[in-house]
């Protein structure tokens, strides 16, 4: 099983400020990842995939990097609607299994 | 736009039966697509992935919970859902439904639905 590790576990930031979220595989996932955001009782949302393509929508302050098993979410300047948590997924050995990692809470300093 | 909706009940008995219904909106359940998952999040905690379906009806679990998850399609309802056995605490989570388009990462999701196992 690859399992992905996420860090921070909490990250304070000042709105206007940058964000740089890590993923970490324990094993190579090439460029299979995902990230997400979640509001507190909402559903996730998907971000990034392909470790640095947008989904539909995102907002271009968001930007994925990384290959292999360091991956980073930046946020270049945080909005009032950004402070959630984010959870990073790696879909390379897909099939059989897909792994979240543990998700960095982002929160206002 | 695709939508998607859990259905089931809220509470379970432990060593019981979890059983639960994603409805499809805006799309069909039998394109080739997509696959369809189950993922949980237990109170406070994070993500877990519980397991997917083709279209085709072949089905992927995750390990910790193959022996006790089936995932099934049923294309006439465009309807998909899950079954958990022999259900404890730990079991009580949300339970989020969801689409992967194209690959393995989940595009759309569903609202959730909190069940609890309890006697």
């Known amino acids: 099983e690859i399992v992905m590790t996420q860090s921070p576990a909490t990250l304070s930031v000042s709105p206007g400020e940058r964000a740089t979220l890590s993923c970490r595989a324990s094993?190579?996932?090439?460029?299979?990842l995902a990230w997400y955001q979640q509001k507190p009782g909402q559903a996730p949302r998907l971000l990034i995939y392909?470790?640095?393509t947008r989904a539909t929508g995102i907002p271009a302050r968001f930007s994925g990097s990384g290959s292999g098993t360091e991956f980073t979410l930046t946020i270049s300047s945080l909005q009032s609607e950004d402070f959630a948590v984010y959870y990073c997924?790696?879909?390379?050995?897909?099939?059989?299994?897909?792994?979240f990692g543990g998700g960095t809470k982002v929160e206002i300093k | 736009q695709l939508q998607l909706q859990e259905s089931g009940p809220g509470l379970v008995k432990p060593s019981e039966t979890l059983s639960l219904t994603c409805t499809v909106s805006?799309?069909?359940?039998?394109?080739?697509?997509?696959?369809w998952g189950w993922i949980r999040q237990p109170p406070g905690k994070g993500l877990e992935w519980i397991g997917s379906?083709?279209?085709?009806?072949?089905?992927y679990y995750n390990p910790s919970l193959k022996s006790r998850v089936t995932i099934s399609v049923d294309t006439s309802k465009n309807q998909f859902s899950l079954k958990l056995s022999s259900v404890t605490a730990a079991d009580t989570a949300v339970y989020y439904c969801?689409?992967?388009?194209?690959?393995?990462?989940?595009?759309?999701w569903g609202q959730g639905t909190l069940v609890t196992v309890s006697s």
């Open positions: 969801a689409i992967c388009i194209a690959a393995a990462k989940f595009d759309y």
């Open positions: 805006g799309g069909s359940i039998s394109s080739s697509s997509y696959y």
């Open positions: 379906i083709y279209y085709s009806g072949s089905t």
């Open positions: 094993q190579s996932v090439s460029s299979n």
């Open positions: 392909g470790a640095s």
């Open positions: 997924q790696q879909y390379n050995n897909w099939p059989p299994a897909l792994t």
